[in-house]
Structure formats: C-alpha cells, structure tokens
C-alpha cells in the first residue's frame, strides 16, 4: 500500500474507515446490547467498552473521508490563489485534529498488548473518570469559589474504587499509564493519566513497523504538529506545499485506522470476517526501503545536513525505537561559528555521495589507465585516500553544486532551514 495520493488508496481507506468497524462492533458488541449493557463501563464490560468507543471514532472518519475525497476530487483542488490556499488550510486544521484523535486510540491499544487483561481496562477507565472528576472541581473552586461537595463525594468513592483495583493487580509498574508506579494514596493528585509523550514513547518501542509509519515515528512528527495545527500558534510556519500535507494528512488518517482495526482484532482474538479478512492478511511488519529513520549511510559518507551543510558521517547510533543517529562533521561552511561537528537524527540529513563508491569508482580508473600505459596500480594508505576524497568532494560542492542544492531543496513549512521528513516519500 503507497502513501501516494492516489484515488484507490483513498477509497480503500474510505471503505476499511466505515465498513470495518462495522462488521468488528456486530461481532462484539451487538448492537440490542450496547443501550442495555454499554452505557457505562463496568468490571465486566471495560475492553469492550474502550474497543466500542475507539471504533466508533475510527467509522467517523470514514464519513470525513468521503467529505475530503469530493473535495479532492473537484475542480477547487487544482485551482491557485489565496482563498483556494485557505480552503485547503481549513481541511488541513480539520486533519490534525483526526490525526491526534486516532493516533491517541492506537497508542491505547499497542500499549494494552502487553497488559490485554480486564483488570487493566477497568483501571484505566476508572482513572479516566477520576481525572473528569478532578477537572470539575477544579473548575468549580477557579470560578465559583467553592467546590461541590457531592462531586468531592464522587472523587473519594472513586478513588477508594481504584485503590480496590490497584490492591488486586500484583504489579502497578506493568501500569504503562500511570504516571508513578504508586498506590493511589501515595501519588500526586495530578496528572492522573501518564502524559501522552510518554505512552506513545512506549508505543515506539514495541510498535510493528507498519505502525510506526502510521505514526510518523516520532512525536514532533505526528503529534507535536498536529497540535500546533488545531491549536492557535503564532508562531506556525506555513506550508509550502498544501496539497501535499493534504494528501499526507488522508493518507495519515487511513493509516492509522487500519492499524487500529487490526490491534482490534489482535487484542480481542475475533476472526476476521468481510473486508476486515482482507486487511488482516496485510503483513504491515516489513521494514519499508524507504524507510527514513534507518537511511543506508555509514561512516566516511558525505551528507547534506540540515541547511543544507555539507558533512562527513563520523559515527552512527541506533536507538531503543530502531532509529539511526549521525555524527556529522561539517566540511565547508558551518550554521553557527564554534559548531564544528553535530548529531543528527536521520530525518534532517541526505546522502550527497557514498564514500566506497566515490573510492571504487576511483581506484577502477586509476588501474584502467595504468592497465593501458602498462604501469603499476598506485597504491594509497587509507587516510591518504579518505583525504583525497574529502578534498575531492569540498571541491565539487563549491564549483557549483551548492548553490544549486540550496535552490532546489524545498523545506516542508516556509520558513524552515532544514529538509526534513517527507511522509509522502514511503511506502508503508
């Protein structure tokens, strides 16, 4: 499946976003139940109960996708001009918050991989509601001066629940969402949930690969910017390209649907049936070729950094996500004086040229020449050949290239120095 816009892909999310969810929910919560048995959540009925709500929000989706679909599909899409350019702006905002509101569901769910039993569902949810109830009286005792005592009353009943709850799990460091691995009565009031950073954090961590894309790898990626995106940010860049962020935003949001119909269905053991059959047999674990957190560079590779700045990879770390970091040292010029070399996640910088095929190359012409004058290969120490590469490639990107380079890269938001991720380029 590609993330390039294209209107098989949008429709296929389109149908997985309505129909999926769908056929999951009359499986597991039939619909002459949900009125009886799902208006609260219970000891009994909490996974479902989570599974009921998330779902419903991801067959939303499938009706904003169909807005989204018409409106790429009309003549408005191609037509320039500001106006047009705010339409699209408009959609974009609408996007960012779908985007977080998914992403939120799917973190849920990787991170109940490793505790799928009711105990933890019902605690979360109880959680959950004693936040709601915090915020309350919050809100009462900052407007109206005091708090309510019958919502002081329900905070203490439910507090008293989860510690019933927290005295039956044997473990609370396997609680992922709390923010100290504590009894209740020993933490602090707030936050009461574990923040965001850190769940999706641990999502990365045990993620599959096709998830991690959905995701975009990182939290400034996905989350950050869509939070900018639907909150006012004043200091916003714009986008350069609207149609593309559009079309990675649809792209983004189906996504994200399928990986949590498919958690769905791992979580909860159903066979799959009608096109739910169909997206399990996906196999979303395959490492991408265009996969931007692990780039095939090595040490000794001449780089575009973030600028873009010319660079020589000096080391190369792998992290606990998978992804690649590089040690770069600048070799022309430098964004700030003093700053002679540099770690940079592998989103901010290209490849401008293998050192062991520059060398390769190299070497195979000096033994053609010296094969058709009847010489000796010369032969040349290690560093002496790093040197003559490094000199070589200095004097390529200043006759020239440089100035080109600079022209024709194009950051995602005006404003922005350096290349970064583009989504659009992967195959998922």
């Given at each position: 499946m590609s993330l390039e816009d294209n209107s098989t892909t949008r429709k296929f999310f389109q149908q997985i976003a309505l129909l999926g969810p769908a056929i999951f929910l009359e499986r597991l919560v039939p619909k002459e139940k949900i009125e009886l048995e799902?208006?609260?959540?219970?000891?009994?009925?909490?996974?479902?109960?989570?599974?009921?709500?998330?779902?419903?929000?991801?067959?939303?989706?499938?009706?904003?996708?169909?807005?989204?679909?018409?409106?790429?599909?009309?003549?408005?899409?191609?037509?320039?001009?500001?106006?047009?350019?705010?339409?699209?702006?408009?959609?974009?905002?609408?996007?960012s918050l779908w985007q977080r509101k998914l992403m939120e569901g799917l973190v849920l769910l990787i991170n109940f991989s490793s505790t799928n039993e009711l105990p933890f569902y019902y605690h979360l949810l109880l959680l959950r509601e004693l936040e709601h109830y915090r915020g309350i009286l919050q809100e009462q005792k900052d407007f109206f001066t005091h708090g309510s005592t019958l919502t002081e009353k329900t905070e203490e009943l439910l507090t008293k629940r989860i510690q019933t709850v927290e005295d039956g799990i044997e473990d609370l460091s396997r609680c992922w969402y709390l923010p100290e691995q504590k009894p209740i009565r020993k933490r602090k009031p707030r936050p009461v949930i574990s923040s965001m950073r850190k769940q999706l954090k641990r999502a990365f961590s045990v993620a599959i690969h096709g998830e991690k894309t959905a995701m975009a790898y990182t939290y400034g990626q996905s989350y950050g910017e869509t939070s900018g995106n639907i909150h006012f940010n004043i200091i916003r860049l714009d986008y350069t390209d609207l149609r593309r962020r559009f079309s990675f935003g649809f792209s983004q949001c189906g996504l994200l649907a399928v990986s949590i119909l498919q958690r769905a269905h791992i979580l909860t053991g159903l066979e799959p049936e009608g096109i739910n059959r169909q997206l399990m047999r996906l196999n979303r674990n395959v490492p991408t070729k265009t996969n931007p957190t692990v780039p095939g560079l090595e040490k000794g590779d001449f780089v575009l950094a973030n600028g873009p700045y010319l660079g020589e990879v000096l080391d190369v770390e792998i992290n606990k996500f998978g992804y690649k970091t590089y040690l770069v040292k600048y070799l022309q010029e430098t964004p700030f004086e003093g700053i002679e070399e540099d770690w940079f996640p592998s989103f901010e910088i290209q490849l401008f040229m293998k050192r062991c095929k520059m060398v390769r190359d190299v070497l195979a012409e000096l033994k053609k020449e010296a094969h058709e004058h009847g010489d000796r290969v010369p032969q040349f120490s290690e560093k002496e050949v790093h040197e003559a590469t490094r000199n070589a490639v200095v004097e390529i990107w200043c006759k020239g290239i440089r100035e080109h380079i600079k022209r024709t890269i194009i950051p995602r938001r005006k404003g922005d120095q350096g290349m970064g991720y583009d989504p659009l380029k992967e195959d998922s």
């Amino acid at each position: 499946m590609s993330l390039e816009d294209n209107s098989t892909t949008r429709k296929f999310f389109q149908q997985i976003a309505l129909l999926g969810p769908a056929i999951f929910l009359e499986r597991l919560v039939p619909k002459e139940k949900i009125e009886l048995e799902y208006l609260q959540f219970n000891q009994k009925n909490a996974k479902n109960f989570l599974l009921l709500k998330l779902l419903t929000e991801v067959q939303k989706t499938g009706f904003v996708f169909s807005r989204w679909n018409s409106f790429r599909e009309s003549n408005t899409w191609s037509d320039a001009g500001s106006v047009n350019d705010q339409i699209l702006e408009t959609f974009i905002d609408e996007q960012s918050l779908w985007q977080r509101k998914l992403m939120e569901g799917l973190v849920l769910l990787i991170n109940f991989s490793s505790t799928n039993e009711l105990p933890f569902y019902y605690h979360l949810l109880l959680l959950r509601e004693l936040e709601h109830y915090r915020g309350i009286l919050q809100e009462q005792k900052d407007f109206f001066t005091h708090g309510s005592t019958l919502t002081e009353k329900t905070e203490e009943l439910l507090t008293k629940r989860i510690q019933t709850v927290e005295d039956g799990i044997e473990d609370l460091s396997r609680c992922w969402y709390l923010p100290e691995q504590k009894p209740i009565r020993k933490r602090k009031p707030r936050p009461v949930i574990s923040s965001m950073r850190k769940q999706l954090k641990r999502a990365f961590s045990v993620a599959i690969h096709g998830e991690k894309t959905a995701m975009a790898y990182t939290y400034g990626q996905s989350y950050g910017e869509t939070s900018g995106n639907i909150h006012f940010n004043i200091i916003r860049l714009d986008y350069t390209d609207l149609r593309r962020r559009f079309s990675f935003g649809f792209s983004q949001c189906g996504l994200l649907a399928v990986s949590i119909l498919q958690r769905a269905h791992i979580l909860t053991g159903l066979e799959p049936e009608g096109i739910n059959r169909q997206l399990m047999r996906l196999n979303r674990n395959v490492p991408t070729k265009t996969n931007p957190t692990v780039p095939g560079l090595e040490k000794g590779d001449f780089v575009l950094a973030n600028g873009p700045y010319l660079g020589e990879v000096l080391d190369v770390e792998i992290n606990k996500f998978g992804y690649k970091t590089y040690l770069v040292k600048y070799l022309q010029e430098t964004p700030f004086e003093g700053i002679e070399e540099d770690w940079f996640p592998s989103f901010e910088i290209q490849l401008f040229m293998k050192r062991c095929k520059m060398v390769r190359d190299v070497l195979a012409e000096l033994k053609k020449e010296a094969h058709e004058h009847g010489d000796r290969v010369p032969q040349f120490s290690e560093k002496e050949v790093h040197e003559a590469t490094r000199n070589a490639v200095v004097e390529i990107w200043c006759k020239g290239i440089r100035e080109h380079i600079k022209r024709t890269i194009i950051p995602r938001r005006k404003g922005d120095q350096g290349m970064g991720y583009d989504p659009l380029k992967e195959d998922s």
